[in-house]
């Protein structure tokens, strides 16, 4: 088994984000690789730190996940060989160090320092193990989750902050060829209680000899296909009924293969080889999660996380371990499953290079799919990289703990299949905008703009199959993967001729607007401010029904005040006039949509308008580009224009600095307002207003987002399913005035003791 | 696999003991035949009461056990028939019952009914494990033992008394084709509190497909001969050393058959089936060892019970399982294996027959092996027929708990194969007195005696494999089992010709004896009494160096006188004189040895003697013939021609009642007293003379045992082996005087407390 990345150490600009420069690995930041190795009985797991290539990545480094079969140690070593090797050409270690754990960190030892010529670090292998869980468990998004083919949704991903009292105390049983089961305690003290040479060797060896497959993969397959009851004495085979006085139903298995040696020897050839492996998987599995349980209940922990190569993401595996400890417990425990299970050790050994665990703290991870590692499997639980990113924190302002961005939930499978279908349909839109781009900067390999067609594609068949295979599928999730996937080829803000063409348009028209608004009666503006901005935020090109009109040019500013209706559901402008007219405002925050007409003839006429009430704005614009939606540059390039022709603008941005404009950290149509960046949220602390633009912040994300200060919603039904689900007609605009719930101190101290350390996920989450 | 027993329903007339009607099953009672039967998922187990047919045996009833295959229902079927229709013959029973449990007394209920007509009552398998289990471990004397091959004598035998609080809570491990863990408390509750698919049928099932192995006999025998370390992944194939931080050795099992597949497919069939079977064992056993350890962790208990017919009193499985739970424990626990492991659940269902547990109570079974289940296997722990016997109990006056009825430890290899070698060497002469027993009794089947040639000699194969076979091996055992052999095949007293011959004899010379003793001076009497104890002593068939002389006829009462010499080392006779004349003494009890001479010449005048100084005397004598003991109906008639020509033995014995016969409840040659027969115990009470005669009696056993009163042991070294390793010389006559050590409260009040509830073992068991 060899990697499906390829180290790829080719050079490239990075965006150099002044911002972050303090706290995530700036351009000029050279970090040597660093590679974390854990080799196991039969498999050598690999974690490498490699600076970011990508022009469009906000910070320097990535962590890579691979693997190895030990028996093959010599591919693992001539792959390291390699990465050290285009390391060395631009920095030269005399003391490269070498993190590894695991039997074979003391077995090839000698080996792997001969070869490499590396100082070989040997680490604890549970140490590790626990190393890498608390990791991710704490850094990562939707890395844990619970799975039971009995639910409708199968897999569901924890998303309740876990305060660290409820996280300890915890069993980790991690599943390699033998098994180890790891106690971990609040202290961060970690015992090995116990273990089982009943693991994955176990069941790989059994089904080698007694089948015809001969890969992990053949093998869960085969599994797949068969009937266990047809090898396995059912309680129902013995009692010809429940076994009721004890809780044992006439479907539990009695006796694991016990149906095979009551035929006679001439008999025993015809049993299925897929009903063999799946008795064996059952087998294994059952008998692993009943000595979890039981230890769990010796040590009386609650939390049972299962890792190791064993799972690889196996809904057959992992249903199997979940009903065991579902069965087990009576239902009192879930299994609880990582996406990263196998990289445990791995991962523990590379953070040992980390020793200073403030280094660590000051960054925030995030994972990208875009190579997800499993693409091309059946696995359901994919392992993305790991992108090291600028620390993000919790919108200040939010009301609730149970906050979550995503208004609509994917669960039924009719609304995924439309969602999935709707991008895939779209996608053609997205490779023409990326071949244009291409087009305008000389690039000639239009190699690139296939690659994101496939792999993006590859990405929605994966999510087909199983939909919450990369956390749980959402609008917003899709959007960004989208992005990712560009980005990941190369492409840069594939918008910038549209914007640069649209913002030129209206900031020629902006000045005679605001002549317009500024004569109108002082009544009548609010209204015609907000008709302006719903017009603009219609010059949308991720809408894909706006798509085409701009595309064909039939969408101009007044053709777009006409189409936009005022949703009668949604429309409660006089509210929030009653509420300005009080003068209870002084300081408003506005998150922003698309470059053009949307920012330049509607919210900056009406961040004006705000101004001259004398409540201070803060404009919030993505830190990335995405789609035709207008960047934290863009924004600062528009307002410098402005500055130059109208005197508001000017003294509020330049001599009072009571206009701001602040980068929201994300890269993304949608808002997660659980992670925005630190700068922001701070400038935020004493907003008064939250005001958020746009279909993808305030319908696909955030139409239920509830906040402890006043909050207009300002955004237009360009798709109709959302419209249809929301209960409005496609183009209703709609102004979603409501009141602040100033229940400050409970909201802030409770989130206080647990954002910093759990929910700092990065810019390129699509999840937390 | 269909039963070594069969039922045998030849009519035999049953010997009359009068004395046990009330409790023993007598001659004209008659149970019908009772059946409990434990249906498995593999096996059908069955356990039947049967009336004793046997000449000998001394009681009514015997249990029985066998087993079936459940996939061959039908012949489980067939042989029931066959019990019940030779039961009808007698007892026409119109609602016979039959107990079952296991699955299949649901699933079969409805055919068993049908089939066998009986009404079937269903009865909790829990329920009928724990009851059998209970019986087992109460009544019958070396159940329970311990196994691991690192001891230099791997099987031990549990002997220690153990009280209730003790004994609960424990747990049961039953393993049958799956695994039940049963939790038994004080109080008698019992709960299910797990289990494992993991059993008999996962192993029996997976080596049959994965070797040519085709039955359980034939598996085990390969898993002795292979390696598991060339399947099984070791901690030191991983590490390269141990694994010390963890403690795990690099021995240690890390991944069960963890090597196969690590090897490329064509060369995976180059395992060798042996390794393989051993290594799936180990992963059978020690998974179970250690869910059975984490349960009683989980429940604090201490004692683990292993049971079910996966065992099958293997060494190589029952080590595994122990050593499993030493590893788990860290040698804080030992796993309890049971000689009746597979029947637990039949018995338990048989015993329902018998709601009324006063009714169980009354009796006592003991483990007859002339007929045991595998005799002819390499199981270690051989099942014999369960003989229900008279309530036999504690002897009075023993000191000490500790106390132990054999001398000699035969754990030295050298001694067993010497005893062994001695009983074989001369089971010719025992032949040779049951074909002259069959002569005189006009029976011309001269079969019986070969069979009784075979069986035994097929017994003593056996013990030489496996010395602790049936219990502990001692030259009583040997003697014992020799005796049940005898009985077993039908003969009846085969001495009876030489005592009857040697009780004329000696009683025409008694009375001239008595004379010249009457004459001898006072200060004379006593020492040539006990010259005449030692001198009758020597005529003992059952010693090999004498039986020849004996036949012979070069031995008279005269040359005996000659022969025997006092003992250097053990004759304080002076000292029992010293206490006699300071008339220490009320009643004595004196346990007899041989006929003829021995008791005529040698304990009559003896007893006479004491009687004249105003001591009442007990004379204790065997219940059933063995050898040319002196039986309690031989007694009888001894006294009695006696009392016709002697006034003082008249006077006390018919008139003033202070000479007494009692049976001892024993048909041995040996002495156990932890079982005499109850009216015995009760009269010993107020005895405070312990006389013990014989080698068997006084050497081979007793020889160590010490009283709360005072005691006198006479017997003649007739064996060269025990003179030597006592410190004596053949034909040395030893007189061995100790005074008791009173210390009566604590040791009676001890003992009252267990003995009556875990000792009562019957008269035919050769252990306890």
Redesign the interface.
Known sequence: MSSRFTFNATDAHIIELSKYRQIAFPKNYRKPVQIGIDI???LAKVVWYSQNTNSYAATGGRLNFTKF???NIDKCIEFLKEIIKKDNETINLPHRVLKAT???A??FNKLLNEELNVIVETE???ECLITGLNFLVHKIPYEVFTYSESEAEPMVFEEKVIDEEELYPYILVNI???VSIIKVTEDGKLE?I?G???????L???L???TSA?TFDEMLELSKKGKNEN???L?G?????D?S??GLKSST??????????KK?EE?KE?KEED?SRSLL??IS??LS??AY??A??HQVKRIYFGGCFIRGHPVIMNSLSFGIRF?SKGTIKALFLRHEGYLGALGAFLKHHGNIQEQELLGFSENFTKAERINTTAINAVGLIDIVPKLTYFPLILSDEYHPDTFDLSDPELQKYWIDTFDKNLHKMVDMALSWLHTHFLTNTDNSKSFEDIYRKHLQVLRREPNAYGPLSVRSLLILREQCLHEMGFGDIFEHVKQEEKRTALETLPNLLKKIDALPENEKLSVLIDNVLAGNMFDWGANEVHNMLQKGELNFDSAKIKVKKSEKYFNLNEFRESLELNQYHKAVIFVDNSGADIVLGIIPFARYLLSHNIDVILAANSLPCVNDVTYNDLISIIEQVTSFDKPINDAYNIYGKLMVYETGSGSPCLDLRNVSCDLAEACENVDLVIIEGMGRAMHTNFHAKFICDSLKLAVFKNASVAKTLGGNMYDGICLFEKGEKIIGIAKSKRSNTFNEILEAGRFSFSC
């Open positions: 196991g009985g039969s079969e030990t028996e695991g039997g074979g003391h077995k604890d292998e549970m390699g060829s033998g090995r116990g089982s040479s009943l693991g994955g060797g176990t790989w060896g059994l080698s000899l007694l001969q090898v396995d004495m309680v085979d013995i009692y010809g009924e076994y006085k004890i298995i009695a006796s694991s293969c016990g149906k095979i040696f009551k020897p025993r049993f063999i059952y087998m059952n008998n009943q000595i039981l230890m209940q010796l087990w």
